[in-house]
C-alpha cells in the first residue's frame, strides 16, 4: 500500500515523514501540528478524493487514513476512509470506521447506509411480487373509444 507522507515544512530540511510521526524526523519540527496548522489535512482529503475518483484506492485509503489519524473528529474524511475500506474489501475496517462515526455522530446518514450493506454485502435482487392467484387478468386495452356525439 502506498505510504502517505508528510514533508518537513522547514524548507532546509525537507524530509519526508511518516504520516503519523508528530516529529520530523531529521530536524524535529512538530510536522503533524504545522500539517493541521497549514490545512494540510484539507489537502490531503482532496487528494484521497482524487485518487479515489481515479479509481486508484489504496492510495486514496492512505490519504484518509492519515486525515482521519490527524482529525479524529472529522467526519466526511471518516466516512470516506470506509468507503475506501470497503472498496478495497476491508469490510472489517469499514465497519470499525462507520461504527465510530456513529459514536461521533448519532444518525449520520451515510454511516448507517454503509453498516447496512456492510450487513448484507451481496443481497439477493428482490423478487418481483407475485400476481394474487385468483386475480382478474388486467382489462385489455379499450378500443378507440367510441365516439357519443358526431360533430356536425
Ligand atoms: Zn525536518
New binding site residues.
Partial sequence: MNAVTVK?P?PR???E?DHDAAE?G????P?RSYALLSGYSAHLFNRGLAAARENRLAEAHGYFAAVVHWCPSDIEARNAFALACQALGHAGEARDAWEEVLRRRPGDRLAGLGLTRAAAPDPPAPLPDPPPSGAPAPAPPAEAPARSSEGP
Fill in positions: 518537513c522547514f530540511c525537507g524530509a515523514n520530523c531529521r530536524c524535529g519540527a510536522v
